[in-house]
């Protein structure tokens, strides 16, 4: 079966254009993550989605960013307009909502560095 | 308050011996996963197991175990027979349904296996 699929794999953009990083998670999930890491800040909770209706938004930094789950295969998380700070590795990832046993897949992420 | 807490940000631990990795959780929850997954240099994440809070045993998946005492909130990793593909960062997780099915990270702990 495949996993969680993301792309673009890498992106490089200079600041004030727009991004966007797209996922697919596995079949069958029902709860999407969209997570951030970086060096300083480690890994942080975005937002996650369960049934395509997003959850919980808090971990949005700002207005820039904005995410979207049109259906149970597919979301997208846009940065407009990408800042330097911005830089870093985005994850997706899904699970099934079982709560005890639902562990979380992971996509290989999408490298984002904004010049 | 933090949810997971790791404590050693870097641990090194020689070829061929065994080494905890440490992590203390908070909730409320009667019902919650404990989780570890693994992130070596080549960025994916990579799940190692899994804990219930209602497992009475403790888990363990290959060279992996994890070494849960319940009444002390602590979730520890234990690695044995090291090898030099294990260095890598570890990151200890919670799901818990009190806070929506979303799960907590810690901040990880960088090991470094050494020949």
């Known amino acids: 079966d495949a996993g969680v699929i993301q792309s673009p794999r890498h992106e490089v953009t200079e600041m004030g254009q727009e991004v966007t990083l797209r996922c697919k998670p596995i079949s069958g999930h029902d709860y999407l993550f969209w997570y951030r890491q970086t060096m300083m800040r480690g890994l942080e909770l975005l937002i996650y989605f369960n049934n395509n209706v997003p959850i919980d938004d808090s971990g949005m930094p700002e207005d820039r960013f904005s995410a979207k789950m049109p259906n149970a295969s597919f979301s997208t998380l846009k940065i407009q307009p990408s800042e330097p700070r911005d830089s870093a590795v985005y994850f997706c990832?899904?699970?099934?909502?079982?709560?005890?046993?639902?562990?979380?897949?992971f996509g290989e992420g999408s490298r984002l560095t904004v010049l | 308050a933090q949810k997971i807490t790791q404590t050693q940000p870097g641990m090194f631990v020689q070829e061929k011996e065994a080494v905890t990795l440490d992590c203390t959780y908070d909730t409320s929850d009667q019902s919650y996963g404990l989780f570890w997954y693994k992130q070596p240099s080549s960025g994916e994440m990579i799940f190692l197991i899994y804990q219930g809070s209602y497992d009475e045993q403790n888990a363990t998946e290959g060279r992996y175990s994890l070494n849960f005492q319940k009444a002390r909130k602590s979730a520890n990793l234990v690695i044995s027979a090291s090898q030099l593909g294990d260095s890598a960062m570890y990151f200890c997780a919670m799901r818990d349904r009190n806070t929506g099915n979303q799960f907590y990270f810690g901040t990880g702990t960088s090991l470094t296996v050494i020949p």
């Open positions: 990832a899904s699970s099934f909502s079982r709560p005890l046993t639902g562990e979380l897949f």
